[in-house]
């Protein structure tokens, strides 16, 4: 790499090395970026809410999620700088249908639709069909293609009957995460939100729950990756002057709740 790309490069790639031999699940940079994100919000506004706060929302609601934008999220994943961020630009208007499939997140999406509600067989969803186009035997820890389909779709019936038996339960007791280390950060997250300029709430990540959620149409409880700054303004101005009629179909919006209350 030193002959190839130089010694800047090298430097870059031995930093992410060792940073990753020593938080390889980014636990650490996780909950260091999230703390961050406190801070500066609680300088900037007058009303930020906890990163780690959980609002519930009802499915019907959500009606977009963001897309990518040259190959990477418009909104960096919460591994990479935490929840709780507040940030302009143009990001919320870079969204798409929710059952999209150009990517397995629209296919999980329309895919659990097939199965759950048109009583499709696994093998006839778009969901099955990209994982089995993206099954690469080279990374994978089956055994084979089958084995591994055969546990996924394992995985998504035991989900649907676990919520549709027990009611949505929520993964996440508030306050500091304390990740076990062998598993992913998002795994133990609550499912992933980011709302827009306009209070419009997109969804980000926890796809499976989200599908299942939205099928059952349950109410379940979310966490902000994070918010666009012309938002929190509007957050900040409803805190210091309460809400006005300009604003009275705000009311009832999942995210006003913790300051209108």
């Known amino acids: 790499m030193l002959q190839e790309k130089g010694p800047v490069e090298l430097s870059k790639a031995s930093t992410r090395f060792i940073l990753h031999q020593l938080d390889p699940h980014r636990h650490r940079r996780f909950k260091f970026h999230t703390w961050r994100n406190y801070l500066e919000n609680h300088i900037k506004y007058n009303a930020p809410p906890d990163p780690y706060l959980r609002i519930t929302v009802d499915p019907a609601v959500i009606n977009s999620r963001l897309r990518r934008r040259n ?72 055994d084979c293609v089958s084995e591994y389909l055969n546990d996924r779709m394992s995985a998504n019936e035991k989900l649907y009957e676990k919520i549709s038996n027990e009611g949505y339960q929520s993964g996440h007791v508030g306050g500091p995460i304390r990740p076990k280390a062998c598993e992913p950060i998002e795994s133990q997250l609550e499912v992933l939100v980011a709302i827009g300029r306009k209070g419009d709430i997109y969804l980000f990540g926890g796809y499976h729950r989200f599908s299942i959620a939205r099928i059952l149409d349950v109410e379940f409880p979310v966490q902000v990756v994070c918010r666009h700054k012309q938002w929190q303004e509007l957050r900040d101005n409803l805190y210091n002057n309460s809400l006005s009629e300009e604003h009275e179909e705000l009311c009832d919006h999942p995210d006003l709740q913790d300051i209108l209350d």
């Open 71 to 142: 190959g990477s999220m418009v909104i960096p994943q919460a591994k990479h700088q935490g929840i709780g961020r507040i940030r302009g630009g143009d990001w919320d208007t870079q969204a798409k249908n929710l059952e999209d499939t150009f990517d397995g997140r629209g296919c999980i999406i329309k895919g659990f639709r097939q199965r759950f509600e048109l009583g499709m067989e696994w093998e006839d969803t778009v969901h099955y069909d990209y994982n089995l186009k993206n099954y690469d035997e080279d990374k994978s820890e089956y």
